[in-house]
């Protein structure tokens, strides 16, 4: 059955900090994997990585992909409380996405 | 651009009436698809479409339908609403069906007594 893991299920961290968000997978027709952030509402879009290896940043987050080992890792860096958020580990299965439980960051001051 | 709406924000249903949540967007986007979120679950996707007139099962689609008559619209219908419905329902759309960067509805917030 196919499934996307997603550690820790929370986190506190203060100010400036740097965190490490995990996500692992086991699913048939991999096509991409996803990082969305959600905070009170819907869901935004963070990066989409496709290819092993590759890392993706914008500003102080970045992601990396291996697809040998079925995971992913998304990184925060000086962390600020606006990043208080739940972030989602998708993976797209050709039209399917099946998501993860999600991690809740909370970033203290 | 409105980008993806969804009506209504709230709905309180008896067990086993039917209603039907509503899915717009106006970005020309060929990808809509419906998802459910429960507490500590994540998302999970109900049914999605590629194009107008094409839908198709994700997840989740037992209870559930949907429609893909025009590009803009992608309304899902439940048919005899369950208590295992209650949950947020969110719509999302993207630019064609290998993009993946979706953008989301605000949601709608439906309980099921």
């Known amino acids: 059955e196919d499934k996307v893991v997603q550690s820790p299920l929370s986190l506190v961290v203060h100010e400036g900090d740097t965190v490490t968000l995990n996500c692992s997978y086991e699913?048939?027709?991999?096509?991409?994997l996803l990082w969305y952030k959600q905070e009170k509402k819907a869901p935004t879009f963070l990066f989409m990585l496709?290819?092993?290896?590759i890392e993706k940043k914008s500003g102080r987050l970045s992601s990396i992909l291996d697809k040998k080992e079925l995971f992913s890792i998304l990184n925060i860096t000086a962390t600020q409380t606006g990043d208080s958020a739940v972030y989602l580990c998708?993976?797209?299965?050709?039209?399917?996405?099946?998501f993860g439980a999600g991690t809740r960051l909370t970033v203290k001051p | 651009n409105a980008g993806v709406t969804q009506t209504p924000k709230f709905q309180v249903l008896k067990t086993g009436q039917s209603m039907t949540l509503q899915c717009a967007q106006d970005?020309?986007?060929?990808?809509m698809s419906w998802y459910r979120q429960d507490p500590g679950m994540g998302l999970r996707l109900i049914h999605y479409s590629v194009g107008a007139g094409i839908t198709d099962q994700g997840e989740v689609p037992n209870g559930y339908n949907v429609s893909r008559s025009t590009t803009e619209d992608f309304p899902l219908r439940l048919l005899s609403a369950a208590p295992s419905q209650t949950s947020v329902y969110f719509c999302a759309s993207s630019l064609y069906s290998g993009n993946r960067e979706q953008y989301f509805g605000p949601g709608t917030r439906l309980t099921v007594t």
């Open positions: 998708a993976v797209d299965r050709n039209n399917d996405m099946r």
């Open positions: 970005m020309n986007h060929e990808y």
């Open positions: 699913v048939t027709n991999f096509r991409s």
């Open positions: 496709t290819s092993s290896g």
